[in-house]
């Protein structure tokens, strides 16, 4: 435990927006909310991924033109969560365009976007 | 839709976007930004072509458009790239740095410095095939979701 | 009943992981940085780009770029392949 909670308020927001996305997933009916919530999961895990490689008074991990206080290595915030979120975020826009592709299809088919009406798998 | 507003809003703003996305793409190993960035945004400035045009325009630009060669270029090329690394070294391995050729060739003074275009080695190259692969997929997707609508006449 | 039940095992969810964030590592203060520490001295004289991160994703971990870029492919192909239309569907 800490001394102070509010240090951690990023954290915290994190399981905020975890929380929403679970709620948008398991308690609405239309099948378009349900992919908003998936798409407000995977912004709650890169703000997390991004979030772990703070340093207090960093300075972004870049050459060109820094202030001349952030040479120093132990000024700068850490490189390597961000590169990892960068493919993150791809991955999630390609995932996110796939679902709703299968949401076209499934109002096309079945004429409604009720989740308790798609059921049967018909042919 | 194409009301007056959006058609000339986007003669004026289209080709600042795209040359906006172009600068993205190429001084990725300079500024933040990169293949992906800029591709996404260049993809967004061919989105808003296609949202501000009639459907017979859209179709019948976008059916010369080789969308998907492009894709296959990027893809040959970011792994054709990868594999300069064979001769000698290992596979990914950077072997234009510092090495004198033509185009980003140079040598990076160490420290803080105003960024110079002709360093790099293999990641401005590598920048520029991935850059080429997300902007024909986005535009791709948003194309096929903008054909299976079928819209006869405008809305307005 | 059910939506009771399962409104109070979301409500537990929450709790916990609120717990969890709040006792994790103060934020602001990375405990390892040795592997980071190497990356930025060493990433202009070795890959010769001022941006770090990009010499991350293109030049250290240029593997995983190439994965990335085999999930887009086969995202594109999918969505094309959902959303054709066939001959004789009416609309």
Redesign the interface.
Known sequence: MNGNIWVNFPFIVVALLLALGFYTIGFKRNLIKVVIGIEILEGAVNLFLVALGYVRGGY?P?????P?E??NPQNMVLPTPQALT?TS??IG?AVS?LM??FA?NIYKHYGTLDVTKIRRLRG | MTTTIIKTTTKILTPLILVFGSYIILH???????G?QGGAVFASGLALLIVANKYETVKSLFEKAPLSVL?SIG?VG??GM?CLGFAGYTF?K?VI??SGFLLFG???P??????YLN?????PY??IF?GM??LA??T??IL??FL?M?RERDEW | MRTSLGLLAFIGFTLFLLAAMISIRPFGEPPHREMDDWFITHA????????V???I???YR??D??GE?TV??T??SG??MV?R?KEGMK?
């Open positions: 972004a870049i050459y060109t033109l820094a001349s952030a040479a960068l975020i791809v826009v365009a709703l592709a076209v | 990725g190993h300079l500024t933040p930004g990169g992906f894709e893809a970011f792994l990868a990914f950077n740095a510092n140079g040598k990076t160490s420290g803080i410095n105003p960024g360093t790099g080695g293999t990641l590598m920048n991935v692969k997300v997929g986005l791709s997707i096929v979701f299976i079928r | 202009q004289i070795e890959s010769s780009a001022n941006n991160v990009t010499s994703v293109f030049d240029g593997f770029t190439l870029a887009l492919f995202a594109v969505v094309l959303l239309r609309k």
